[in-house]
């Protein structure tokens, strides 16, 4: 039986929001295995009448949150920088009988007028936000137009943008989520607030995309101020996949991830996830009953991640840097005066 079934908009209701961040709460635990797929996280679900907007749903782990979404009626936006890279899969889910239905739409987060067109061009509520697009350590230092750090302007000025351009569509819902596809790599790397761009610092690829990514979990933080309008906002780590996201990563040091043998053939290790699996913990903060209300907090391998300090054993959780309010308030501040001046 479906757990779920809301047949139209006014049927549709959500506990208020829960707690602010894990730092005052108890841990929240879900009997999915880290092995699980996206669709298996939301058995049952029907959210016929919801309606989602995916970043980067064209490919790797985004493409399967949009089809494990659509499968449970919900109607999808793939947000994508060429929308005509999406047809495929649109294609593919027009063919699914009782899927919502499946378009993509012209966004490029790295550039605030396209994020602004997006906004613009969104119309009624929006109940799920996923912002999965991501870029992951450019071998060199490479600047937006506006002078922007390429990753931070992508993985998390652009959704900054958008999510608060989105605020009222999202509030129009009465009960939306926004889910921010984070990474184990924010524990090494503090949001830096003397030199987010690397104009003073040397370049460095990996503390570049680990900071965007610590962004994204201070995001959700900072987002407790949209617990009143019953918006909820939690953060994930997908694990290890092989996707398009490795595109920058040179021979030696995908080889030192174990992911390509000596002949060159890319060669996942056994704890890689499938993307289906990969997307899991995304579909489930977007969709399942159990986060009902849950707000603030930052899961990994469908779980809700432990906090640690730092990166110190490697072995997953979330770094206090951050959930750090004081960093998600002053970080909610920056974003919103460089989004302003953009
Ligand atoms: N694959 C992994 O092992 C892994 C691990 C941790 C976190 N993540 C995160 O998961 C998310 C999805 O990555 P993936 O592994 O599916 O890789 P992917 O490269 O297949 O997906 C990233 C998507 O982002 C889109 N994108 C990039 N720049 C964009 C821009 N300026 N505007 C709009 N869209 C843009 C790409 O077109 C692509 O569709 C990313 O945020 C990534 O950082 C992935």
């Not at 989105?166 to 984070?182: E, I, N, P, Q």
């Not at 309008?229 to 030696?252: C, E, K, S």
């Not at 060669?267 to 399942?288: I, M, R, W």
Request: charged share 20%; glycine share 8%.
């Amino acid at each position: 039986m479906p757990t779920n079934i809301p047949t139209d908009r006014s049927s549709l209701s959500l506990s208020p929001a829960r707690s602010t961040t894990q730092l005052d709460s108890a841990i929240l635990t879900t009997p999915f295995t880290s092995r699980a797929r996206a669709e298996e996280v939301i058995e049952g679900v029907d959210l016929t009448c919801r309606r989602a907007v995916v970043t980067g749903g064209a490919s790797g782990i985004g493409a399967e949150t949009v089809r494990a979404l659509a499968a449970t009626g919900v109607e999808v936006t793939i947000a994508t920088r060429r929308p005509e890279s999406a047809d495929p899969l649109v294609r593919e889910m027009a063919a699914v009988r009782s899927a919502g239905r499946v378009g993509a739409a012209a966004l490029d987060l790295s550039d605030p007028a396209s994020v602004d067109a997006f906004v613009r061009a969104w119309a009624g509520p929006l109940d799920i936000l996923v912002a999965n697009a991501g870029i992951m350590a450019l071998p060199t230092r490479t600047l937006t137009p506006g002078g922007w750090e390429m990753q931070l302007a992508t993985n998390h000025l652009g959704h900054f943008a958008l999510a608060t351009g989105l605020h009222a569509a999202l509030r129009a819902s009465g009960s939306a989520r926004v889910v921010v596809v984070s990474s184990g790599a924010h524990r090494s790397a503090p949001f830096d607030f003397e030199d987010p761009h690397f104009e003073r610092r040397p370049y460095d690829a990996w503390a570049a995309y680990g900071q965007s990514k610590s962004a994204g979990v201070l995001f959700t933080v900072g987002a407790r101020r949209w617990a009143a309008d019953r918006i909820t906002v939690n953060a994930l780590n997908p694990g290890y996949i092989l996707t398009r996201l490795q595109r920058h990563l040179d021979d030696d040091t995908m080889r030192a991830f174990g992911v390509m043998d000596g002949e060159g053939n890319l060669k996942p290790p056994p704890f890689y996830k499938t993307p289906a699996q990969g997307a899991a913990t995304s579909v489930l903060l977007a969709a399942s009953p159990l986060l009902d209300g849950i707000t603030g907090r930052y899961f990994e391998d469908n779980q809700e991640a432990r906090v640690v300090q730092g990166d110190e054993d490697r072995a997953g959780g979330v770094a206090a840097h951050a959930l750090d309010p004081e960093a998600a308030d002053r970080l909610w501040e920056y974003a919103t005066a460089v989004n302003r001046t953009a």
